[in-house]
């Protein structure tokens, strides 16, 4: 058939030369073939390699490494013309056939996964592409050795593929590793070193690293221009670098003049019509939008879009790239409707890509890789908010897409968590018990500090972030439960619609980046979606996220310092009120018109508003919010469909609460081998520790709380009343570690009475919400290593613990993120501060809250502030002794008790003591 095909193309101008070429033997064809190739004639090039394969496999049969290598050598031909889905049918015949003869460790096997791989880049399923480069690596440094070019070659497609995924450290190892082999080859002058160099440059531009970037790029240019003439496509190709690096730092006239000359250069080496030619075109449109030559900027994209889609269909990231800048000139002429459109078609094919790719990533790489969606929705969003139409199926377009994306990396994380714990297959759960250790590992690392040598332990720390990072890919690749729910949750207005509970409504709300093209500027805004279950949606402008975030950071500053000073002073209740009342017109007013008579509202919030209780905000009247309507928090919208899969819940409650600080690791290794028989893993969940205290750490001394001690022991009474299920609660020495992790799979409730933590970046030490940051260096980014819990023996780390085998008492987040919760309810943080964290947009916060999440537990009660002890254990008496079956109905009743209670003593009803605890998660209480 594809014979046929071939000639009925091509048959008027070349039927004499394919007739001349039937007498040949299939070498000679294939000869012939490739020399067509070099001259770029890959039609003809494809004829005669089709002719090959047909006498080859009349003369071998199908199944012939001979076979294999035509198959091969046709797949690139079709590549070359970047005929995609056909060069990736050729490589896969060819791959099957080489590792069925040859194994899968042969040379040639590394060919044929190479060229695979480079297929699935340019496809962009950067998911698939990875571990075919990958095996080809191992299979090229076990052959040729550590050194060939082979080598390089791999090294410097990987280097493309992180900078896709945002995986920029990763890219420059692999780069640098790739430009030293080069060099040793073949000299420092050399076309391959110089394609290095470009890599590393534009690895430098996308860190922001301008000045660094334009050296390497201008050092580029200069060795192609010398080495291959000023004239050649190796100089177009570093010209379009310098292109994007000078419109970045706004120098447009240098970066037009380069666009044209490398345009010019790429459609003479490649013809007009190569679909390689399509960035070329993209670029030089772009910088014309910039400089409102919008005339000669059209034609320029629509043949770039004609290009792309001619080989790559119309969902694919580049096609995107080029539509999103069709919408930014739309929009520069004002025809808002056609930018909107154009904007949520791309936006909807970057959500595609990264639900596609982003499974396979590890955490802090799926993050990165979501900036590129991100991107996209502030475009998009930019376009809806400039349309200014009531239009309901344009709101309704927008809301599918804003609801779809937020929260997306999340949702990933904690599908891919729920679905590794059911997992069976061996080699999956070994890795998952590396990874546990792993994070373990560098938890105790992070807390350690850096002690004498900093540099040493920054250098740890990048090694088991590193290792981190790889094995959590590696975890997710081999989960043959987790690939099968590769499907999208379809997630959209009617399906958060059909979701909700009876009389609700929710309220999404989005801090994203308005882009302005008249200066270019990006400028944060907040934007609320309501949805209820019967009114279609309504998009709502909250306004410019600069005033309202000055206003959440006074609000902040006031709950933080009330506690400190006791019962708040008359000038602390005016002050309050006075914020309050401020945020209540700015960020529930626009909305309040939709939640009124709600039973129950829902509410995600974003940004800043993390931190803000919202059960606290005062209306005209004076009224608290939480008197007027009962308020439930989710991460973001997409936990009501998520959450709609109820596991099998876990039975009993486990209570902790009064830990002895100051415990000896002489009294804590009794509690260690107690718990030997309850441990799976003892590397697990008893850590051998080699902490000392220092760093971050140094110097903090946490003091008792013995009223944590009354209030486990009344909520276990409550407990036993209402549910009539098994309880055990853990004080002073028990109150560690270790028992918390031996003990806490399989509990429904788990309740932690202590101290936490936040340590906010470069926070000053008169900041009561944050400990000065030490040097660690920018080694550690994951904010899960920043906040977490102090327990049993927390004072005394540092001591002989490290030896002994016990862990140091301090529980990170990311440490509880290695846990396995699945099956618990409720994890009720009653401790100062736990619902802090650092706040990532579209994300919500990053801290012990969602660590809890990440393991598993459906529903976290946290805190945003301090509040005294007292208050603390009348507040967590009610929620244990209530018998109602819906979690918002009780914070509610919580809240209105304690306001009752405070305004019979005529006392001030200040937010500070009732309203610090949140709910994030499942509404719903199972019985």
Not at 34 to 62: F, N, Y
Not at 312 to 323: P, Q, R
Not at 385 to 408: D, F, P, Q, W, Y
Not at 881 to 887: A, T
Request: glycine share 6%; aromatic share 8%; hydrophobic share 40%.
């Amino acid at each position: 058939m594809a014979l046929k095909h071939a000639l009925l193309v091509l048959s008027v101008a070349l039927v004499g030369p394919i007739r001349a070429a039937e007498t040949d033997s299939w070498q000679e064809l294939l000869r012939q073939a490739d020399s067509l190739s070099v001259e770029l004639q890959q039609d003809t090039a494809i004829v005669l390699g089709t002719l090959a394969l047909s006498k080859v496999e009349a003369e071998l049969g199908t199944e012939d490494t001979a076979v294999a290598r035509v198959l091969h050598r046709i797949g690139n031909y079709h590549f070359y013309k970047q005929e995609y889905s056909e060069a990736e049918s050729f490589h896969k015949r060819a791959l099957a056939i080489r590792q069925k003869i040859l194994g899968s460790r042969h040379e040639t096997v590394g060919y044929s996964l190479t060229s695979l791989a480079v297929i699935y880049r340019r496809l962009g399923k950067y998911a698939e592409a990875e571990p075919f480069h990958e095996r080809a690596l191992e299979i090229w440094e076990d052959v040729y050795g550590p050194n060939h070019e082979f080598v390089a070659w791999v090294l410097n497609n990987l280097t493309t593929l992180c900078e896709y995924q945002g995986k920029f450290a990763e890219a420059e190892a692999h780069c640098q590793r790739a430009m030293t082999i080069y060099e040793n080859l073949h000299g420092k002058e050399h076309h391959l070193v110089t394609g290095c160099l470009s890599h590393l440059a534009t690895l430098h531009k996308r860190q922001g690293k301008y000045a660094k970037a334009e050296s390497l790029f201008v050092q580029a240019l200069a060795i192609r221009e010398k080495v291959h003439g000023p004239d050649s496509s190796w100089v177009a190709h570093t010209l379009i670098d310098l292109v994007n690096l000078y419109q970045l730092q706004g120098r447009i006239s240098e970066a037009e003049a380069y666009a044209r000359r490398a345009l010019a250069l790429a459609e003479k080496s490649q013809g007009p019509d190569h679909p390689l030619v399509a960035g070329y075109l993209h670029n030089l449109a772009d910088l014309y939008c910039d400089q409102g030559k919008y005339a000669e900027a059209e034609p320029l994209l629509e043949r770039a879009l004609t290009l792309k889609r001619s080989v790559l269909g119309s969902e694919n990231y580049d096609v995107a790239s080029i539509e999103e800048t069709y919408s930014k000139l739309f929009r520069l002429r004002g025809d808002t409707a056609k930018a909107m459109e154009t904007a949520a078609r791309a936006c909807k094919t970057m959500h595609k890509s990264f639900v596609d790719n982003a499974m396979v990533l590890s955490e802090n790489d799926a993050l990165s890789f979501s900036q590129r969606l991100h991107n996209s929705v502030d475009n998009f969003i930019s376009c809806y908010v400039e349309l200014g139409s009531g239009n309901l199926s344009v709101m309704k377009t927008a809301a599918n897409l804003i609801l779809a994306t937020k929260g997306r990396v999340s949702d990933g994380l904690f599908d891919r968590q729920r679905t590794l714990v059911q997992e069976t297959d061996s080699t999956t759960v070994a890795v998952a018990e590396a990874l546990r250790v792993a994070k373990l590992r560098l938890s105790r690392r992070y807390v350690k500090g850096p002690g004498e040598d900093s540099d040493r332990f920054r250098s740890g720390l990048d090694s088991l972030t590193t290792l981190v990072n790889e094995l959590e890919t590696d975890l997710s690749r081999l989960s043959a439960s987790f690939r099968k729910k590769r499907q999208i949750r379809e997630l959209n207005v009617d399906s958060i619609r059909a979701s909700l509970p009876e009389n609700s409504c929710l309220i999404e709300y989005l801090k994203y980046d308005y882009l302005s093209l008249q200066p270019n500027s990006a400028t944060p805004h907040y934007l609320a979606i309501v949805v209820s279950e019967s009114a279609e949606p309504v998009i709502l402008n909250i306004g410019p996220a600069a005033p309202i975030d000055k206003l959440i950071d006074l609000y902040r500053q006031h709950m933080l310092r009330v506690p400190l000073a006791g019962l708040p002073s008359d000038e602390d209740v005016e002050e309050y009120r006075g914020l309050a009342k401020e945020l209540y017109r700015r960020i529930w007013k626009p909305v309040e018109n939709h939640t009124s008579a709600k039973k129950l509202v829902l509410i995600a919030p974003d940004g800043g508003l993390n931190l803000v209780s919202f059960a606290g905000l005062l209306d005209d009247t004076g009224t608290y919010l939480i008197e007027r309507c009962p308020i439930h928090y989710l991460s973001a919208g997409r936990d009501l469909v998520r959450l709609k899969d109820v596991a099998t819940p876990a039975v009993g409650l486990l209570a902790l609460g009064d830990p002895d600080y100051d415990a000896s690791v002489t009294d804590r290794l009794l509690i260690t081998a107690s718990l030997q028989d309850t441990v799976a893993n003892p590397e697990y969940s008893v850590s051998r520790s080699t902490r000392m205290g220092r760093g971050e750490f140094r110097g903090i001394k946490v003091s008792p709380l013995p009223w944590t001690r009354r209030e486990v022991k009344r909520i276990a009474q409550a407990w036993t009343t209402t549910r009539h299920e098994p309880v055990e609660v853990f004080c002073g020495l028990d109150a560690s570690e270790e028992r918390l992790k031996a003990e806490a799979p399989g509990k429904r409730v788990i309740h932690l009475a202590t101290h936490g933590y936040f340590l906010q970046d470069n926070a000053s030490s008169e900041d009561p919400g944050g400990e000065a940051e030490q040097d660690y260096g920018p080694a550690v980014r994951n904010p899960l290593l920043k906040s977490g819990l102090f327990l049993a023996g927390a004072n005394q780390r540092g001591q002989i613990a490290d030896s002994a085998g016990v862990d140091d008492g301090i529980l990170t987040a990311f440490e509880v993120s290695a846990m396995n919760l699945q099956g618990t309810e409720w994890v009720v943080l009653s401790a100062c501060e736990s619902g802090l964290g650092e706040v990532k947009a579209g994300e919500g916060v990053w801290g012990l809250r969602r660590a809890f999440q990440m393991a598993g537990a459906r529903t976290v009660i946290s805190s945003l502030w301090s509040i005294p002890d007292k208050q603390t254990v009348s507040i967590m008496e009610q929620l244990y002794s209530s018998d109602d079956d819906d979690l918002a109905r009780v914070m509610r009743q919580m809240a209105v008790n304690e306001i009752e209670k405070i305004r019979n003593r005529g006392l001030p009803d200040h937010p500070y003591t009732w309203s610090a605890f949140i709910a994030v998660g499942d509404w719903r209480i199972y019985q």
